[in-house]
T-cell receptor, first 117, second 114 residues
Framework: DQQVKQNSPSLSVQEGRISILNCDYTNSMFDYFLWYKKYPAEGPTFLISISSIKDKNEDGRFTVFLNKSAKHLSLHIVPSQPGDSAVYFCAASEANAGGTSYGKLTFGQGTILTVHP | EAEVAQSPRYKITEKSQAVAFWCDPISGHATLYWYRQILGQGPELLVQFQDESVVDDSQLPKDRFSAERLKGVDSTLKIQPAELGDSAMYLC????????????FGPGTRLTVL
């Protein structure tokens, strides 16, 4: 049972254009969402996150949008740069009864982003 | 900049052999995680430590996998005996505490079982 899904295995965009990566989830208990970027032969690195009390979070060229009713989030990269070419993972965590995070992240399958010069 | 260290980076072994992976988290990080990433999939949590205690090992195949963090600092993940299906990337991550969602990952150990 895949609780976090990234249905697009790959995405190719032109340098300077917008990249939109999508993620869907099924677990209603998820309340915190993160995007990680991974280069070959390296571990994932944290990119941006969003709490379920927000619907948008922005950090420079990166913006994450959350639609709780649709259980959908997206990562927008504007403008896209060749150095953004990597695998992008969506991840989610849920809070325990006390309202703090369990810490465990559930990841999607990843989307390979290629930005062409 | 502080990093999570892992060794070895690559390991090739034959099935039925024993293998061990080591992880040194960022200094001061109380929570340590071991993930397994099969090619084409996202990382999947195997075990989570809070200091030296296991807080989640529900996805750890306990018949062949073991993990320890004896002094609450570095950690070892062991597989005995290794099977062909264990070929994957084994990632270690750490965070300041379990309630802090931002996890910092090491470079991983690529295991190939022949």
């Amino acid at each position: 049972d895949q609780q976090v899904k990234q249905n697009s295995p790959s995405l190719s965009v032109q340098e300077g254009r917008i990249s939109i990566l999508n993620c869907d989830y099924t677990n209603s208990m998820f309340d915190y969402f993160l995007w990680y970027k991974k280069y070959p032969a390296e571990g994932p690195t944290f990119l941006i996150s969003i709490s379920s009390i927000k619907d948008k979070n922005e950090d420079g060229r990166f913006t994450v949008f959350l639609n709780k009713s649709a259980k959908h989030l997206s990562l927008h990269i504007v403008p896209s740069q060749p150095g953004d070419s990597a695998v992008y993972f969506c991840a989610a965590s849920e809070a325990n009864a006390g309202g703090t995070s369990y810490g465990k992240l559930t990841f999607g399958q990843g989307t390979i982003l290629t930005v062409h010069p | 900049e502080a990093e999570v260290a892992q060794s070895p980076r690559y390991k090739i072994t034959e099935k039925s052999q024993a293998v061990a992976f080591w992880c040194d988290p960022i200094s001061g990080h109380a929570t340590l995680y071991w993930y397994r990433q099969i090619l084409g999939q996202g990382p999947e949590l195997l075990v989570q430590f809070q200091d030296e205690s296991v807080v989640d090992d529900s996805q750890l195949p306990k018949d062949r996998f073991s993990a320890e963090r004896l002094k609450g600092v570095d950690s070892t993940l062991k597989i005995q005996p290794a099977e062909l299906g264990d070929s994957a990337m084994y990632l270690c991550a750490s965070s300041v505490e379990a309630g802090n969602n931002e996890q910092f990952f090491g470079p991983g150990t690529r295991l190939t079982v022949l």
